[in-house]
């Protein structure tokens, strides 16, 4: 049985007024499980929902009066009160989910009155955003972040973005044939039901080269390679900086992509230089982000090198693997609802 489910049903009936946590998220997040355990030992009210459950699982009664939306908000986790929510985790929520039976048109038309009905409610709400969904849009844009990251002070890679196959051909000469293309978006494409394909950072050979129309398809980013001695995820949450070493360089599955094999990484704490660490404070507060995760490279000169930001990262694999407070830290700038 679903942990989330069995937390849903022991909150039945259960007062839910002052000073409410929502957690906005699917139901299958594991880092959002450990935070509702987290936040009921401390006795904290939390309310849980995914927006893919309304409105055939949640009920929405919202009024408009003296300049402000109450009402309540209720399905099988209980009842909240709109104007009882303190602040909101926001991480990774589902889309909403329509009635099947209703014929397409009028399924298209139901979804979009829930986004901006339901997602126009939850946006009028006066609470503290971890981070606010618009804002979480606007910052996941890579261009973006490279930008915002070079004014900083980063070390940025060399970049392009192109369907011109004649300025990826040139590119890859001025990196001496050394180059990588990674994706631009969230590097997952749908091949049905729960599936997808994982697009993984990749080493561009002389052979793809070969390819090199097919950038026509799309814009596509190419950048120079960069030497790693490590590979360091920071986690902002607030004005705190969590720093984890990912040691990914002895296995050649790891190299160019962690993520292709996570039975090979080793990690371990690691401190910045103080100046690194405000630049990473500064990124995420340029982008208005309460929340974000950055990869950077160590390189074995001793330069750190950003790479991306991930305004929605995961973090509980590394908190399990150093023990770092990164769901304490959370916790703690929900219940305050600011930054602390």
């Excluded at 949640?58 to 399905?75: M, P, V």
């Excluded at 991480?91 to 009155?113: Q, S, T, V």
């Excluded at 986690?235 to 984890?244: C, P, Q, R, S």
């Amino acid at each position: 049985m679903n942990p989330w489910k069995m937390m849903s049903l022991s909150r039945r009936g259960r007062d839910m007024s002052k000073d409410t946590i929502v957690v906005l998220t699917r139901d299958t997040d594991y880092v959002a499980d450990h935070l509702v355990r987290s936040m009921e030992k401390r006795n904290i009210a939390v309310f849980r929902f995914d927006t893919f459950d309304f409105p055939l699982q949640l009920t929405l009664d919202a009024s408009f009066k003296e300049f402000s939306w109450s009402g309540t908000l209720s399905g099988p986790q209980g009842t909240v009160a709109l104007e009882d929510i303190k602040s909101i985790w926001y991480h990774r929520p589902r889309e909403y989910r329509i009635d099947d039976r209703l014929p397409d048109p009028y399924k298209e038309f139901a979804e979009g009155e829930a986004i901006r009905g339901f997602g126009g409610i939850l946006r009028s709400i006066d609470c503290f955003w971890v981070s606010h969904p618009d804002t979480i849009r606007a910052a996941n844009y890579k261009p973006l972040q490279l930008k915002l990251a070079h004014e900083i002070g980063f070390i940025t890679p060399r970049t392009i973005i192109t369907n011109d196959p004649h300025a990826l051909l040139q590119f890859y000469e001025e990196c001496e044939r050394k180059m990588i293309c990674k994706a631009i978006s969230n590097g997952f494409i749908a091949v049905g039901g729960d599936q997808y394909h994982a697009v993984y950072t990749s080493v561009v050979t002389s052979e793809i080269v070969q390819y090199a129309e097919n950038v026509r398809h799309t814009a596509t980013l190419f950048q120079e390679i960069i030497p790693k001695e490590l590979e360091l995820r920071v986690t902002v949450i607030g004005n705190t900086a969590l720093t984890v070493a990912i040691h990914s360089q002895h296995s050649e599955r790891t190299r160019v992509d962690w993520r292709r094999y996570y039975p090979d990484l080793t990690y371990s704490r690691f401190s910045l230089p103080p100046d690194i660490e405000t630049k990473c404070l500064s990124l995420v507060k340029r982008l208005n982000l309460n929340y974000g995760c950055l990869d950077l490279i160590l390189t074995p000169v001793g330069d750190f090198v950003f790479l991306e930001i991930n305004s929605s990262g995961q973090y509980r694999w590394l908190e399990e693997a150093t023990n770092l407070p990164f769901t304490d830290t959370l916790v703690d700038i929900l219940v305050a609802g600011s930054i602390v």
